[in-house]
C-alpha cells in the first residue's frame, strides 16, 4: 500500500470562477489538495472571477496578514440602472436614461471617489451588523444603516465607454474600469455611489480581480487545472513576496524560536509583518516590531 504524499505547506494562487462563493472554492480545494487545512485572504463575490489566495496546511497562519494588502479589479460599471445589490445579481429597483451623461461629467464623478474616501458598504454584504450578517437582514427586508468606513481609492481609471440598451430598453452607459485599492473596499458600492452622483444610478456588471498584493493573475490558477496539477507556491517564497525579509545568523533563529523577544533592526519599525529568515534560506516566522523588539505574530519552523 503507498504512503499518502504529505501537502505541501504553502499558498495556491486561484483563478475564481463565477457563480462560486470563497467558501466554495476553498471546499473544491480541500478535495483537491486532501487536508481540511485550508483558508482564503479576502473574499470575491459570486460574481466575480480571478485572484484568490488560498493557504493550504500551515500557509493558513499567513492568510490574516495576506488579507490586509492592496487588490487590484478590472470592471464594468452600468450608468442608468441601480439595482438591490449593487451589481448584477440583485433585481432592478430603478433606471433612468444615462445617454446625456457626459465623460466630463463620469471624470468628475471618479475624482471624488478616489483617494482616502469614507464608504458605505453594500447592505448585501457579509458585514455584520451587531452580529447579524447584512446580507441577512436585508434579505429580511429590516430597515438599517451601515457605518460608512475609511478605504483608499488608489487608482481610479476609465478605459472604455459604451452607449447601450438595457433589457427594458432604458439607454445606459457601460464604463470599463480598472481600480486599485485598500482592504475592504467594495467595487459595487463604487458603482452605487459613481450612478448616485451623477443621478442616473448604477451598478457593477462584471468584475475581475487582477492583483491581491504581490500575487497577480498570471500566477493564478482554474480549479481544472489544479485538479489535473496542484501548483503550490512554497511558504517561503510566499512570505519573501508579501512581506520584508529579516534575515538573522543561527544564534538568533534559535533565540526566536524559543520565544525569545529580539532586538529588531530600526528598518523594520512601523512596517508591519516582517518575514524572519534563518542562514539556509527557511521561513522561521512573522513577527512586528513592539518597543524595538520583534513580537511574534506567526511561527512557521
Partial sequence: MTEKTPTPDGLVIVDKPSGFT????????????????????GTLDPMATGVLVLGVEKATKLLGHL??????????????????????????????????????AV????????????????????????GVRSYKRARDGE????????????????????????????????????VVCSSGTYIRALARDLGADLGVGGHLTALRRTRVGPYKLDAARTLDQLQEELTVMPIAEAAEAAFPRWSVDSRRAKLLLNGVRLEIPEEYTGVGAVGVFDPEGRFLALVEEQKGKAKSLAVFA
Avoid: C, W
Avoid at 470563497?22 to 485572504?41: E, L, N, P, Q
Avoid at 481609492?153 to 474600469?177: K, M, N, Q
Fill in 67 to 104: 488579507a490586509l494588502t492592496e487588490k487590484e479589479y478590472l470592471g464594468t460599471i452600468r450608468l442608468g440602472q441601480s439595482t438591490l445589490t449593487d451589481d448584477a445579481e440583485g433585481e432592478i429597483t430603478g433606471s433612468v436614461d444615462a445617454s446625456k451623461v457626459t465623460r466630463d
Fill in 22 to 41: 470563497s467558501h466554495d472554492v476553498v471546499a473544491k480545494m480541500r478535495g483537491i489538495a486532501r487536508t481540511r487545512r485550508v483558508g482564503h485572504a
Fill in 107 to 130: 471624470d468628475a464623478g471618479i475624482a471624488k471617489l478616489s483617494g482616502a474616501i469614507m464608504q458605505v458598504p453594500s447592505k448585501v454584504s457579509a458585514i455584520k451588523i451587531n
Fill in 143 to 178: 430597515d438599517f444603516e451601515i457605518p460608512a468606513r475609511p478605504v483608499t481609492i488608489s487608482s481610479f481609471a476609465v478605459y472604455d465607454v459604451r452607449d447601450a440598451v438595457a433589457e427594458d430598453g432604458t439607454p445606459v452607459l457601460d464604463l470599463v474600469v480598472s
